[in-house]
């Protein structure tokens, strides 16, 4: 495009306001899923090892031959460690529903929606805003934040809502534990399997069939009478 032309190009205050409002979502966002991916390769590579370790010793001694063999000991040991590890969460949630039980009982609030109780606890803002001052606006024809959202409710805390609070902590550490649990599982998995391919893999890298016919005599016989 002609350089000209984008310095013909005029912003509105509006229009610096929600491109540097769109950088700054940008680069958080960039910045949250950096930290993410870097728990989960960290999470990949420990679980990796951890495979590594329980397949060792039956891999050295030979207790299992072929790569079948080898994935066949090594999921049942996956399993066995999904299956103590899912304990924790699963625990957890039942715990958590356990609380909304009697809480329930005791209160007669079957139909109140803890999620929406737990989000007293969290700043509410208004994304709608008013004509003259909207929060969205169009942008080369896209939608984009104009402006951040005013506060529309404070957190707030109230001492009849501490059993739904208490139950939803519970319910979401036991969805993000069991997520942990099972890339955990996947991650052996994987192992298990490039595991079973490559330490039975046969290789001529290297090889050199001359060397085996290539023989060398240093006492030869004596020629015959």
């Known amino acids: 495009m002609n350089p000209f032309v984008l310095a013909s190009i005029s912003l ?10 769109a950088l700054i979502i940008i680069l958080i966002a960039f910045l949250l899923a950096a930290l993410i991916g ?7 590579l420990y679980q990796s ?14 207790v299992v031959a072929t790569p079948k063999e080898f994935r066949a000991l090594g999921f049942k040991k996956n399993n066995r460690i999904l299956f103590r590890s899912s304990l924790i969460p699963f625990g957890i ?11 329930n009982i005791a209160s007669g609030r079957w139909g109140e929606n803890i999620f ?10 208004d994304w709608k805003g008013t004509p003259e001052d909207p929060v969205f606006v169009k942008v080369f024809g896209m939608s984009l934040l104009a402006r951040f959202p005013s506060v529309s409710a404070a957190p707030t805390f109230r001492v009849e809502h501490i059993p739904a609070y ?4 519970l ?16 991650a052996r998995f994987i192992m298990i399997i490039y595991r079973s391919n490559d330490i039975f893999e046969k290789s001529l890298e290297g090889f050199k069939a001359n060397k085996d016919i290539d023989i060398k ?5 004596p020629p015959t009478e």
């Open 116 to 125: 929406v109780v737990w989000s007293e606890l969290f700043f509410h803002f």
């Open 93 to 103: 949630g039942i715990l958590g529903l356990l609380i909304w039980i009697i809480s």
């Open 49 to 62: 090892k951890r495979a590594d370790a329980f397949m060792h010793d039956v891999a050295v001694t030979h």
């Open 217 to 221: 005599n240093n006492n030869p016989a």
């Open 38 to 44: 870097i728990a989960i390769r960290h999470t990949m």
């Open 171 to 186: 319910f979401l550490a036991s969805w993000i534990y069991y997520a942990v649990v099972c890339q955990a599982y996947i």
């Open 166 to 169: 208490i139950e939803v902590f």
């Open 12 to 21: 509105s205050d509006t229009d610096r306001r929600v491109l540097v409002i």
